[in-house]
């Protein structure tokens, strides 16, 4: 793979005073009482800074998935094989995957990114061909992949994003053992424990869930922290292909100011991933749920992150983000359309 400079998005920070004074009025004087739509209020507000005005509009959403497999999965890791990421991948494109269903239902237009699949894809006009490499490396006997990969990952990325069209974007992700990578990133990036962030993915027992733990103890090990934190260092030794494809494309489409919708456990380890590079990222980012896997609620409490939905969900492939896409219309809507006390002629408190 050839040298290259790693060059990441300027994002401008949604802050702007005048602005979010002229937001707050607007949605406390709407015909409720204070506060009484609660988080669906600090959404709109939100939505209004992304898009730098009074009146929100979400145009042409759309769900990009990126998909990978991961060499830790030899190390038993999961309760599935390795096979199934392309498995999936040609459910996906097919159309009978969740994400499938739930994209046809709120009006998405889906693509399939291959970020690191180990097979050879035949082409299809939903699939993205950026392969790095067939899968990341065994990080329990190495890194993951060389810092060129990693770069090279992240900037593919961006290109991704940089050929869409819309103003919302949704990532999700597939690939069978990227919780452990996810966790151990998790883990590296917040100082948090291996039990504090390693849940059973796709449906571990006690047993299998108890060596899993074991597995990325010793993979920590293996890789010391670097000081100071490099965080495309760790994302090499750590990481995969479809968490580095996510966060630079979460990246890309902040700084063209759009919305971004993120998924769930390993989505959120792309968003920390995103956010640690350029911290003003996360003013674009919509966490559309808490994923029943136990290290998402420490991503959650690090980035001090509200998520809209709870529904045990622990599916991946964007299937949370898109769940949540009627929340964002509602706040969009009532920011646009619902009464004001003076225009409706009705009494405030």
């Not at 993915?201 to 490099?230: C, F, I, M, N, S």
């Not at 136990?294 to 299937?319: D, N």
Request: proline share 5%; aromatic share 4%; glycine share 10%.
């Amino acid at each position: 793979m050839q040298s290259q400079t790693l060059n990441l998005p300027p994002i401008e920070p949604t802050a702007d005073a005048w602005l979010q004074t002229r937001l707050r009025h607007k949605i406390d004087h709407k015909t409720k009482p204070l506060g009484a739509l609660g988080l669906l209020e600090a959404l709109a507000l939100q939505l209004g800074l992304i898009q730098r005005q009074e009146s929100v509009s979400l145009c042409d959403p759309q769900m990009v998935v990126f998909a990978a497999d991961h060499g830790i999965a030899a190390e038993g890791v999961s309760a599935y094989p390795q096979a199934v990421t392309v498995q999936m991948v040609g459910n996906m494109l097919a159309g009978g995957a969740a994400i499938n269903v739930f994209a046809r239902q709120h009006g998405f237009a889906l693509q399939v990114v291959d970020a690191g699949v180990a097979a050879e894809l035949p082409a299809h006009p939903q699939l993205l061909q950026r392969k790095i490499a067939p899968g990341t490396k065994n990080l329990c006997r190495e890194p993951a992949m060389s810092r060129l990969e990693a770069q090279a990952a992240l900037t593919a990325g961006m290109q991704v994003v940089q050929g869409l069209p819309g103003n919302v974007v949704a990532f999700g992700e597939m690939g069978i053992a990227n919780t452990s990578a996810a966790a151990l990133l998790l883990a590296r990036l917040t100082g948090a424990s291996i039990e504090e962030t390693t849940g059973r993915g796709t449906g571990l027992d006690d047993a299998q869930l108890l060596h899993k733990r074991g597995v990325l103890t010793r993979a920590l090990t293996r890789h010391p922290a670097t000081e100071p934190l490099d965080v495309v260092g760790e994302l090499a030794a750590l990481g995969g292909f479809e968490i580095a494809m996510m966060a630079g494309a979460m990246l890309q489409a902040a700084s063209e100011r759009r919305v971004v919708l993120v998924d769930g456990f390993i989505a959120g380890v792309a968003a920390l991933l995103a956010q640690a590079l350029v911290p003003a990222v996360q003013d674009y980012m919509v966490f559309c749920h808490r994923s029943a896997e136990i290290g998402h609620r420490v991503l959650l409490a690090h980035l001090q992150a509200r998520p809209l939905l709870a529904l045990e969900l622990r599916l991946g492939e964007g299937t949370g983000a898109l769940l949540a896409w009627p929340l964002l219309q509602s706040a969009a809507n009532f920011l646009n359309e619902m009464a004001s006390f003076e225009s409706a002629g009705v009494s405030e408190k």
